[in-house]
């Protein structure tokens, strides 16, 4: 089993920024991908971004240039910079790690950003 365990979300205003964090413990495979996903009231789940444990990033179009994510794989954590954050990024933002043997989520942090 894999444990993720989310920090970071809070209440913004349009333009602001926050870091969210992700820490994963338990049956931590070397090869894995660890990223997060989002999702709004009355929306289906969405991508976020993901990284390898090669370091390879994957952006929604959404967040490109606005978001960094990044992983300190010492300590199988999994961190995602937001910046310029609007309004419609608002959401519950759920980290994932995905190896070849476990697909884990965490339990959400709340994400909010007032206009």
């Known amino acids: 089993q894999v444990q993720l365990v989310e920090s970071g979300g809070g209440l913004v205003q349009a333009g602001g920024s926050l870091r969210l964090s992700c820490a994963a413990s338990g049956s931590i495979f070397s090869i894995n991908v660890m990223g997060w996903y989002r999702q709004a009231p009355g929306k289906q789940r969405e991508l976020v971004a993901t990284?390898?444990?090669?370091?390879?990033?994957n952006y929604a179009d959404s967040v490109k240039g606005r978001f960094t994510i990044s992983r300190d794989n010492a300590k199988n954590t999994v961190y995602l910079q937001m910046n310029s954050l609007k309004p419609e990024d608002t959401a519950a933002y759920y980290c994932?790690?995905?190896?070849?043997?476990?697909?884990?989520w965490g339990q959400g942090t709340q994400v909010t950003v007032s206009s």
């Open positions: 994932n790690f995905r190896s070849r043997i476990y697909d884990s």
């Open positions: 990284i390898s444990s090669s370091g390879t990033t």
